[in-house]
């Protein structure tokens, strides 16, 4: 979503914020905006679009002078997309600049309040209410009337905020929404994402709730939510800017995708040792897993996807019942969780709203969380009882598709190992499962070399206007998966659908050439699929099959066309099968002319609720 950058420093401001911002171009946005202090004012540039619209108005940069300012890319939630409504939001007096990630949750109030004293809005946003309080409180010390601001405001917030009469500071202050400082020899930066840092320093302090930033030429200053000074551990970035940069690739989202058998590798190895699973970065006793009464998996989008897989393998695996939920839905459906419930969070960017507000209320209702997080250092990171980290490395496209996997990868190694400890698979079956989970990046390697066969089969269908997608079990929780990659990046419509329960209604919309995508890699229930691929034949749908090389013989008599992927145990099954639907999804979407990287309307990181 909304992204965030100021700079000040002995360079010119405005190319170093135009330059940050694109590097946050992969959150999703639809309008941008910078404020840069010439040393007399403020200059205030915005533009509804994309960046580049905004970095044509000021010549890449060049045409704004200053060596201190903010910057802003922006994804509306109050008020549409406009110049009025992008950030940065002035104060009625020209004197308070602001960049906003998050949501102000009383700005009516605080809007009625400051009305009521004469102030005049201009913009339907609720990040002016953050600028014309500021300014109300404003006696000549920034810090202080932010503080004093920050004392009304409640919601989420990320503030980048600068005056006009002071041109060489910046304040920043946060509140469920990421902020990070960084110092380099050639200025110091304020950022929502260390990615647009990264050209100049892999040094950044991640700022806490609460904690307030002064940036100006001498540095940067930390003070916590009493403005006492407090100093703050510098972490180390130890991945480079070329992991965020495409590299010779047309999309992220294709790089991205070609990554998976290495981040798949990277994320699995260190985690068997001596033909063991060993979790040490985990804190579960034998005892409270043994205690467990339900484990509650809660995601959000594709994450929630991989809760999905993951509730048929761990129950198979553990016995024990295992519910999904979508995190929005969690926390309004008085859950049942108490002291004998683990409740596993999954979230690639451990910033998701939703996902953070399930969490907090499975703490407050006693349960024990244990996230599957990809960036770290995150609030799902932070907050959690324990954390498995994915090592997809920063993940640009909007569609995930690397970090999906590594979440698959480690929900297998929990399953495995939450089993071992339980006892419900004996020692044959153990090993078999590690030596089986290792072959998953050489046989990811083997599907993405075939990719000139999906291909053409994208070839052959992207004028589809609607696609179903159909399986069971494991193959059903593929299907969203895929459906979802399809329709997030080509726009095309599309449905997945449990294979057995497509007869109780969606059927109707099946006609002659009607493109139904077949899962068919679970070999127990490759027959009842097989009847229901010939239900969808007999009313003249077309129908695309994926199957195993076990599974092609059966398949393949009913099937217009097919992809195949090698054999493996039934577990790991998704892991193989979600590649070629990845591709499928990317290559219907370039032939179509999508905008692959940052489809319409959608967001990375999805920060509000
Ligand atoms: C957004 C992204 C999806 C992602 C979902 C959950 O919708 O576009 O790719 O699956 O958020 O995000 P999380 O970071 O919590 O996994």
Redesign the pocket.
Known sequence: MCGIVGYIGSEQAAPILLEGLKMLEYRGYDSAGVSVHDGCRLNVIKAKGRLQALSDMIDGGKAVCGACGIGHTRWATHGKPSDENSHPQVSNSGNIAVVHNGIIENYLQLKDFLSSRGVKFHSETDTEVVAQLVDYYYEGDLLKAVHKAIDRIEGSYALGIMAADQPDKIVGVRKDSPLIVACSENGNFLASDVTAVLKHTRDVIYLDDGNYAVLSLKGVEIYDSFLRPIDKKISHVDWDISSAEKGGYEHFMFKEIMEQPEVIRKTIAPRIRNKKIVLDEINLSSDFIKSLSKIYIV?????YHVGMVAKYNIEKLTRKPVEVALASEFRYCSPIVDNKTLVVC????GT?AD?IAALREAKRLGGRVLSIVNVVGSTIAKESDDVIYTWAGPEIA???TK?YSTQLAVTYLLGIYLADCLGTIDKDEYERFLNEIMTIPDKVESILKGKGHIQYLASLYFNNQDIFFIGRNIDYALSLEGSLKLKEISYIHSEAYAAGELKHGTISLVEDGTLVIAVATYQKLLEKTISNIVEVKARDAQVLSLTTESGKPLVGQVSDNMIVIPDIDELFLPSLAVVPLQLFAYYVALMRGCDIDKPRN?????TVE
């Open positions: 995601a959000c989008g594709s994450s999954i979230s690639q960017s998701t996902t909007v569609a995930t970090a959608l967001a990375k990181s999805v």
